[in-house]
């Protein structure tokens, strides 16, 4: 009985490890697994242009956590451009508001806030760096009083998430809310 015990707990070690083996950051490095699927059907259109607008209104699940939404957000990259849809094609606009607008503030008054520097910095920058662009509802950051607050200098202000939803929207920006 004993024995049965052990070897399913071996089993469940092993498939635990074997999956976690299969998980890949492809073009995004500090965020956004993936897992590679080799039986799914190929749908991408590597010639399309693919206009994404993406909300983040959730706050992370605790301060010195990445905010499992901009998380998403880099899945959402990874998978695109793994999918052989070429970074030219692909316009990501992210724009940060509600509970998710302290995931813009630089190290230093994320510090000053939460007593660490923001642990969503490196992920900002390389998504930034890798064409998406980040915007903070200017709603947000009025009702919770942080206009003044130094930001991350990669993300840019929007009058308000509305706005700017409503503007790409009809633009053809196709609406992700993760």
Known sequence: MRTSFYSLLALFFFISLASQAQKK????????SMFEVPEAEPIAD????????????????KPDSVNATLDKLARLVNLHLSAGIPRENLDVVAVVH???????LNDEAYKKKYGMPNPNTTLINELTANGVKIYICGQSLYMRKMEQEPRNPNIKVTLSAMLLMTTLQSKGYVMVIP
């Open 25 to 32: 950051f492809p073009f995004i490095k500090s965020g956004g």
């Open 98 to 104: 509600f509970l998710g607008t302290p995931l813009i």
């Open 46 to 61: 590597k010639k399309m242009k693919y206009k994404v607008l993406y909300e983040i209104s959730k706050g992370a699940d």
